[in-house]
């Protein structure tokens, strides 16, 4: 059974431009979710897909945005990047409210 | 807005001693409540997870419970070892589409 997988590892970017994380669901899962981990702190709910839909979102502004295949897998855009977007982001996927299986995370840095 | 809470932020004990995480929770309407490590720099490893209607879980060295009428849980790691040196992070889930709910942690050193 494979898990959960995110892609790239880590990121540079620079403030204002946008960027496309990716993340595979575990097999069998229906349902990824979002979350945004700034240093020190708990990860952050970002928003839910379920079935190629967003189903659920925590308080980030528009400019995040996501998308989920037929395949189950999915990207998380966030355009105009800030400083403050530097984080750990995170991946996980389950089969609805189940338990929450995890990815590695991409460490995205704004400069 | 649901909150979750980790006492203590830090804990730093010698090996082979035996302690409790505790974790606590302001949604009277909790679905499941779950355990993850943490290493640095790393995603998040699933450790347990304990639905509303059971009290605890145990795997291994770790036992976790949960008392929905206080809003606590507890995660009891038996016989620590330098290897469970880690961030343990809490989070409860309503069973909605809100996500997970998390604590800080509490950043664990166990001392050879």
């Known amino acids: 059974e494979t898990g959960v997988t995110q892609s790239p590892t880590h990121l540079i970017k620079t403030r204002g431009q946008q960027v496309t994380l990716r993340c595979s669901s575990q097999s069998g899962h229906n349902t990824v979710s979002w979350y945004q981990q700034a240093l020190g702190q708990g990860p952050q709910f970002i928003f839910q897909?379920?079935?190629?839909?967003?189903?659920g979102r925590g308080n980030f502004p528009p400019r995040f945005s996501g998308l989920q295949f037929p395949n189950y897998s999915s990207e998380l855009n966030v355009n105009a990047l800030e400083l403050d977007d530097s984080a750990l982001y995170l991946c996980?996927?389950?089969?609805?409210?189940?338990?929450?299986?995890f990815g590695p995370g991409t460490r995205l840095t704004v400069l | 807005k649901q909150e979750v809470t980790q006492i203590p932020a830090a804990l730093s004990v010698p090996e082979g001693e035996n302690l409790v995480l505790n974790c606590s929770f302001t949604?009277?309407?909790?679905?499941?409540l779950q355990w993850f490590r943490q290493d640095p720099g790393k995603g998040l490893t699933s450790l347990l997870l304990?639905?509303?209607?059971?009290r605890e879980q145990t795997s291994g060295r770790l036992n976790a419970s949960l008392d929905k009428s206080s809003g606590r849980s507890t995660l009891y790691i038996a016989a620590s070892q330098p290897g469970d040196s880690a961030t343990y992070l809490c989070a409860e889930s309503g069973g909605g589409a809100d996500g997970l709910t998390f604590g800080k942690g509490t950043h664990l050193i166990i001392q050879p």
């Open positions: 949604d009277s309407a909790i679905y499941n």
């Open positions: 304990i639905q509303s209607s059971q």
């Open positions: 897909y379920y079935r190629e839909e967003e189903n």
């Open positions: 996980a996927s389950s089969s609805r409210i189940h338990e929450q299986f």
